[in-house]
């Protein structure tokens, strides 16, 4: 794609544009490793969270409010893999943009979507756990599959509406040279995109999960005092220590996620969105590695993930079905 000179010095992502951006040079064996890293990594992320997908999918035993929230977010997960990350694997190897300031403005819209919707989903989750966990009376009358389903929804709409007007009210190649697909924003911008998408949300997931973990710790004491005890446990204690568990695995979740996120944004405001050095795309790509961990810990905590798993390998729920 790139045009080399016959001095082998320079190498311009458009030869015939005066104002072509320059390419990064690389030996071909930069180039392989490269590709087929971030190949594996694509594949992967689709993969494992496609697992999760046909699990809460197939089962109706798993169309539960939490599963769905889980669902979602694997959803999320899995359009970074298969879109996000061979783009933007693309633009890092290549150091140029070759398909155009349209699809430039689409990527950066469909990225922060998808990326604003991962973290709404973890935001419903831990709203999710706080009333099973703190009201576990109230929770079946106000948390149910079809009122989760709808809230998605909604947040969804938000997201793409609040990133679609975010892109469009930017520039897109000032201050630039043709070829890069970067989305420039004032530092104003930035801050309040910092407030909105990363800092509020943030803040109500860990007062939240603070609250749950408080609660359960509590929960969990009076139960193990019972059985230590000898006294029989009654149906609503174990379904207690059920949810605090399932409050503890997606905490694990929350805060890998948080991990993942904290230095981009720390980022994003001391560089004012440019992502031009090495310590930008790594802390960049440490958003889209997240994508692949989430399958992972549910693997590690959830039996019914297992499990599922086995019967989707196994190709048995094919036959099942049939």
Not at 30 to 50: A, C, G, K, P, R
Not at 82 to 101: Q, R, S
Not at 102 to 130: E, K, Q
Request: glycine share 2%; proline share 3%.
């Amino acid at each position: 794609m790139a045009y080399e000179t016959e001095d082998r010095e320079t190498q311009y992502c458009f030869p015939a544009i005066n104002s072509s951006c320059i390419k990064t040079k690389r030996s071909t064996h930069e180039y392989n490793i490269m590709y087929v890293f971030f190949s594996v990594l694509s594949v992967w992320t689709v993969f494992l969270n496609l697992l999760v997908i046909i699990s809460i999918s197939h089962f109706k035993k798993l169309h539960t409010p939490t599963n769905m929230l889980i669902l979602s977010l694997a959803v999320a997960d899995l359009l970074i893999g298969l879109i996000v990350m061979p783009l933007e694997a693309i633009k890092l190897i290549e150091t140029c943009w070759y398909f155009g300031d349209t699809i430039c403005r689409l990527f950066s819209i469909t990225m922060g979507f998808l990326l604003s919707a991962s973290l709404s989903n973890l935001v419903l989750i831990a709203v999710d756990r706080y009333v099973a966990v703190c009201h576990p009376l109230l929770y079946p009358q106000k948390i149910t599959t079809a009122r989760t389903i709808m809230i998605i929804s909604v947040f969804c709409f938000f997201s793409s509406t609040y990133n679609i007007s975010i892109v469009t009210s930017t520039s897109q190649r000032k201050y630039t040279c043709y070829g890069r697909c970067t989305i420039m924003t004032t530092f104003a911008l930035t801050i309040i995109d910092v407030f909105l998408s990363f800092q509020l949300p943030c803040t109500i997931i860990i007062t939240l999960y603070l609250r749950i973990f408080y609660v359960a710790h509590q929960q969990v004491k009076v139960i193990n005092s019972l059985m230590r005890s000898g006294k029989h446990l009654t149906e609503g204690s174990m379904r207690r220590k059920s949810e605090s568990k399932a409050a503890l695995t997606l905490g694990i979740i929350v805060t890998v996620y948080l991990f993942c996120w904290i230095p981009y944004y720390i980022l994003s405001l001391t560089l004012n969105t440019r992502m031009t050095s090495v310590i930008a795309y790594v802390m960049l790509w440490m958003l889209y590695i997240n994508s692949a961990l989430n399958p992972l810990i549910y693997a590690i905590f959830y039996p019914w993930f297992r499990t599922s798993v086995k019967h989707i390998l196994n190709l048995s729920i094919i036959f099942k079905t049939a």
